[in-house]
């Protein structure tokens, strides 16, 4: 049994690969995250160690670690990491597709030869002596559909075909071929070898054998000087292989190695093996072959190649899905991320993702629009959501407001922002969605003293949920119910996205920076000065029509109770089905576009098509003050309207008056119709006409349509 | 005891009222579909008995018969049940308000004395006589809050105030009253009136007594004939009330009727009350009564009023809520057709409600638009939906594919087909929704012998699809995916709306009439003449750019496989996510659009703001051919292109040739891929030049833009 190896053609066994689940996670990161579309060759490092096990061959495996850092930090770790008796490195390339034809297209023959010319190259500029891992060279091509986390791949180890075959002369467990001194020195000096930090990942080396039964290991690039001393020479590397009869696979390209770079034709060589971590002398094999490259061994001519693996006995490349033992969270996080990154490389590299994941949105009303924008947020890859509102939902709501289905309907209806909330988590689990059961509190619906502590409560809770998100959205369906809202949003200066619907028509519109807003940024110096900036407020308030308007800044009209006594068809929001979907995919637009402006909440009106915006256009596009449009007319247009001096809810004189008397300002308001508009000077205004400026992007556009936007 | 009531003023119980769950859902259908915003005082029925049983007193109560019919059938269906012993009738009006604040304002006290003063009226014209009835009338107000199912009602019952007022001079059961001779006599004759039909329903009549103790049950109009031949008279009337100490509220305005029309100064009345549905005259009373008018009792002087009923011995409304006791699917419609018809009422009345429940819509792809599509239809009132995909749902897809949830995308993923139309029926369960889950074949992939009959059976499942619904939805996202549909639209003359995406704009188009519709249409003598048609079809091929045109009328270019070797980003749909949700929207706006215009899918194109559509335009505004809309530009705009005479998909050639080989050209499209172009001369005109129809309406557009709108 021992001789069974005589004469006959030296057999390998072929290295077999496995892929850890954490490489293909990270490798999606990466290719997320940096590579992108990017096709070109990945260098990554596979691992193997010699066979452990009498029963099991080791595997060249891929880590998470096999691949490139995608930080300065994760790189540093990976060099900590070197000298792994368990890890000996295995320089490789991943050739990873865009597609799945392109990975089939693949011309793996050219590959693999490529790869192997590589192997040839260093074994004749001495490369090979200084890391002889580089005889390991391979390579993997792969597909990663990261829709469906599967990841289809294929490795090729090339191996140098010696011409004539290698033959025999004898192979035998490495115990039967040492003198018992020899075979205790032998071991003392693997083990010695293998845990050294300098030598323990080096897979090839030199066993000589003194006179004396003394073994030593040696780097390969002494070999020059051990032939000259005349000690005895064997070829040791650290085999994956377990089987009694066949080295593996790295015997192939270090035969060559030696027999294209030293000349020699019969050599020895050792293949080192272990049982629990130390060296099996028994599951070790020595071998004697003789080897020789008819072609003679140059250079030039480079042996054929072989090694792409086999797939159950077949010529196929791996398949492997994810999907199932990933968390679904972290898979639906992954797949949202996946589209948004895709809509970046493609066609927005300036998409700043990461703004809108941070950006925290506050939802007034979780109605028809409420809902439709929350899902548009979603979309955009906002993560940070809460909705306000005081309804139930009712049996009429889920065939309209896109968040609800009848469930939600029983026994009375859950609150709106509860079920809205739970309907986002439902579609997006990582979503930080929070819903709050409030109603706003509007002006002119005059309350009673009892009501007066509650009221004032909801005032409060309202500006802290305003001063604790970046961007509003007034989504309610009544005027007056906006007023307060944007109040708050003016002295807070936040981004503030306001959608009304009318039966067939509808307006978005983004509010202009508030007074203290304009003067903050006309003035930097009073950042940190609000008094400052407060005192300048009311000498300033001609900068007033210089800024963006507000949703009340059109009207020569203060906000007044519209609620009560509206008949039947006026308590149902009664639009056109599709005007809610269209304005809130606007108003989420607009407000991505604020985002990305870089002048944000202060920002000029860009209007379609207009020269004006030529240099300073984004590439999401233009960024208008308001967009108006019309079912009826399938048309839209974008307006500009400039802030009102005698706007009730964003003027000077009304932000200043609520930044000195607070809550004092809000009840007079709420409780005294007239107050707002006495305050501002619109009661005289009205007196004698009613002018404010609405600049048209379109000339041939009637006035006459002006009034199509009605609050319902 | 049975002398008690001698000499006291004489107490009458109150009416009580109750009404039946259906009378509110017969009201809240009436007002839906009949009365609408109509605020105008109802005709209604109330019913009353006699009293029944010795421990509780009848109400006056009111039934979905109690309204008036919506349809004639209804009506004489009401008619037939007259006479019905059980069921007097009681004419009455009902004001219900539009909303609950005008509800409250209604002025009670004019409105309860405006019944009286009918009462009082009826009293000196002698409608009395002929209809005693008029003396119990009575009145309802309410609110039907059709939002959340619940009534508010008040009942009045007007009774004219006796002043001063009567008083008893005895009141004892009938049965100690009469002699038993005259008792036997007395049971039979009541017992006869209350079983005929000309008598069963006569709340009021005469008592008379002969000298021989035969008693006899007449008509009040005959009280001057029995004065005069001498008989004793006792006025009779069904009282409602069981109390053995007080007549019933309807002997007030029978007192004040025959105190004022008769003179009479003492009388005898008979409370006629049953048990088993027999005259009962121990529970019945006979009493002897005082009666006056001081104001002398003419016309002019109308006496007192009171009579709304109290709640719980308050004077507040009542309420009911029937939201608890309904089937929620059942609540889920009506709530749906709430919506639908407040739109119809308030401003558009030729709103056709009933052919958008009727109408079959097939939706081709069940993705981000055909979600958003299937909602959009759900919410205008179409109820039968059909959605056919072969894809399953999978992570990405929930946060921009609005009927998903990350639970379908779990172990593998529901199919989109399937997950769809269980996400619709929980919006709203009576949607008629089915799911298809089949892949749409395509022209240029072609397939294997063995695929063969595969694809010839999904092109045959397709074709009996598209046969039988009335309007397609093309909602795939690639390009030749649509190239069969648009194919068997155009040669089945079917409405078909293309919506199409690239990464910030759309395309939203009708396509229009199929070259043989047209024919048909101009020729409407070989409409059930296909073979007629059919020769025809090639010699009018000149007739194509007449027609409007479709999806593939604009492309110099017949599909091809565009699937194959798409890179990562180009098989993930990459738009920005506000562009579906708007296309998705006007994809439905068009349709309803078609199904409401006077030609259909023969309607020419009509422009925004265009003089041309001035006199032919809808309620629901105008009826473009294509929108394209450009959100980075936040421009939409309306265009027209023409049938191309070369189109791979509707042109003469093509549909004929499909008509006449049918299946076998569909393989031979599928299989070859310039077979299109060959056919249509399509290969020719390139050769040449690429001309097509475009017209745009807005002539400062730059042609640029026409690239805007590209496949994914
Ligand atoms: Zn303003
Ligand atoms: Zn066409």
Chains 1, 2 share one sequence.
Request: charged share 20%.
């Amino acid at each position: 049994m021992a001789d069974s190896g005589k004469g006959r053609i030296l057999q390998f066994a072929p290295f077999q690969s496995s892929v850890d689940e954490g490489f293909w996670h990270k490798l999606s990161s990466l290719k997320l995250n940096k590579l992108r579309l990017d096709e070109s060759p990945i260098p990554i490092t596979g691992f193997y160690a010699p066979c452990s096990h009498p029963q099991v061959s080791n595997h060249l495996t891929l880590l998470a670690e096999s691949l490139p850092a995608e930080s300065d930090e994760e790189q540093s770790s990976l060099l900590a990491s070197q000298g792994n008796r368990n890890r000996c490195p295995v320089p490789s390339i991943l050739l990873n597709t865009n597609t799945l034809e392109s990975f089939y297209a693949l011309d793996k023959q050219s590959l693999l030869k490529a790869e192997a010319k590589k192997v040839w190259d260093d074994i004749y500029s001495g490369k090979v002596e200084e890391d002889g891992s580089v005889l390991l060279r391979f390579l993997v091509i792969s597909f990663a559909d990261l829709k469906k986390w599967s990841f289809h791949y294929w490795f090729a180890f090339p191996a140098l075909v010696l011409d004539p075959p290698a033959t025999l002369v004898n192979l035998k467990p490495a115990l039967q071929c040492f003198t018992s001194e020899e075979a205790e020195s032998l071991s003392r000096a693997c083990n010695e070898w293998r845990s050294k930090s300098s030598t323990a990942d080096i897979p090839f080396f030199l066993v000589t054998i003194s006179s004396n039964s003394s073994v030593t290991l040696r780097n390969i690039r002494e070999l020059e000087a051990c032939q000259n001393n005349g000690q005895k020479v064997i070829f040791g590397f650290y085999d994956p292989c377990h089987l009694p009869n066949n080295p593996g696979w790295p015997l192939r390209n270090y035969l060559a190695y030696i027999c294209s770079r030293w000349g020699l034709g019969k050599i020895h060589f050792f293949c080192y093996r272990e049982n629990r971590g130390f060296a099996d002398l028994g599951l070790s094999l020595v071998g004697e072959a003789e080897i020789s490259l008819s072609q003679g061994g140059n250079h030039e001519n480079m042996p054929n190649v072989v090694g792409w693996e086999l797939n159950k006995g077949k010529k196929v490349p791996r398949c492997i899905s994810l999907a199932k033992s990933m968390d679904p969270t972290r898979l639906a996080v992954s797949a949202a991320d996946l589209n948004l990154k895709l809509m970046r490389w493609r066609t927005l590299p300036s998409l700043n993702l990461e703004i809108l994941a941070v950006t925290k949105c506050l939802l007034l009303g979780a109605g028809t629009l409420g809902c439709q924008v929350a899902r548009m947020l979603m979309a955009w890859g906002v993560r940070k959501i809460t909705l306000v509102d005081s309804g139930k939902v009712s049996m009429s709501n889920p065939i309209r407001q896109s968040l609800y289905a009848l469930d939600d309907c029983l026994n009375g209806g859950k609150f709106k922002a509860v079920a809205a909330v739970e309907s986002l988590k439902r579609i997006f689990p990582a979503v930080e969605a929070e819903g709050v059961v409030m109603a706003i509190p509007m002006p002119g619906h005059s309350v009673s003293s009892q009501e007066e502590s509650s009221i004032l409560q909801d005032c409060r809770h309202l500006c802290d949920l305003i001063n604790s998100h970046d961007a509003i959205f007034l989504l309610t369906d009544t005027r007056e119910s906006r007023w307060l809202p944007s109040l708050l949003c003016a002295s807070a200066n936040k981004i503030t996205i306001t959608a009304a619907l009318g039966f067939d028509s509808f307006l978005v519109m983004r509010h202009g920076a508030g007074p203290a807003g304009s003067i903050q940024n006309s003035q930097p110096e009073t950042l940190n000065n609000v008094s400052a900036g407060m005192v300048n407020l009311s000498l300033s308030s001609q900068n007033d029509s210089q800024r963006l308007g507000c949703y009340f800044c059109n009207d020569v009209v203060a906000p007044i109770d519209s609620t009560a006594n509206r008949t039947l068809d006026q308590q149902c929001t009664v639009t056109r089905p599709g005007l809610a979907p269209i304005a809130s995919a606007l108003a989420v637009e607009l407000m991505v576009g604020v985002l990305h402006h870089p002048s944000g909440i202060n920002a000029k009106a860009e209007f379609a098509n207009s020269n004006d915006n030529g240099c300073t256009e984004q590439p999401l596009g233009i960024l208008p003050h308001q967009i108006r449009g019309s079912l009826s007319q399938f048309s839209q247009m974008t307006l500009v309207g400039h802030a009102s001096t005698c706007c009730t809810a964003c003027c000077s004189t009304v932000v200043s008056e609520y930044l000195t008397k607070g809550m004092d300002f809000i009840l007079q308001a709420i409780n005294h119709p007239t107050y707002l508009e006495d305050l501002t000077g619109l009661t005289e205004l009205m007196k004698s006409a009613g002018s404010y400026t609405l600049d048209w992007d379109n000339d041939s556009e009637n006035d006459d349509n002006d009034d199509d936007c009605v609050e319902i």
